[in-house]
């Protein structure tokens, strides 16, 4: 089984910063992308930002310039810098990683999700 960890949500104010990490562990042979997606309440489900094992990255219109999407491979963890933050991006934000747990099998893994809210 494969296990991805989150950290780094809290509250923090208009203009203000977080770092969510995420750490991927288990049966592991390889992590292809990795991204992470927040839903607001009454919602769809969003992608935020994703990055490729290569670090090809992309990152949803609302974010561009403000948030950073970022992986140590090393340690198979990825990482969401997420700088002048709005209130509407208050959501829960959740990990997401495809995962190779041998050569040929790829399964799509999903954190637990951490909050994050923005006062104004």
């Known amino acids: 089984q494969v296990q991805l960890e989150e950290s780094g949500g809290g509250l923090v104010q208009a203009g203000g910063s977080l770092r969510l990490s995420c750490a991927a562990s288990?049966?592991?042979?390889?992590?292809?992308?990795m991204g992470w997606y927040r839903q607001a309440p009454g919602k769809q489900r969003e992608l935020v930002a994703s990055?490729?094992?290569?670090?090809?990255?992309d990152y949803a219109d609302s974010v561009k310039g403000r948030f950073t999407i970022s992986r140590d491979n090393a340690e198979n963890t990825v990482y969401l810098q997420m700088n002048s933050l709005k209130p509407e991006d208050t959501a829960v934000y959740y990990c997401?990683?495809?995962?190779?747990?041998?050569?040929?099998?790829?399964?799509?893994?999903w954190g637990q999700g951490t909050q994050v809210t923005v006062s104004s």
């Open positions: 997401n990683a495809g995962v190779f747990t041998s050569p040929l099998r790829l399964n799509i893994y």
């Open positions: 288990g049966s592991i042979f390889s992590i292809n992308a």
């Open positions: 990055i490729t094992n290569r670090g090809n990255t």
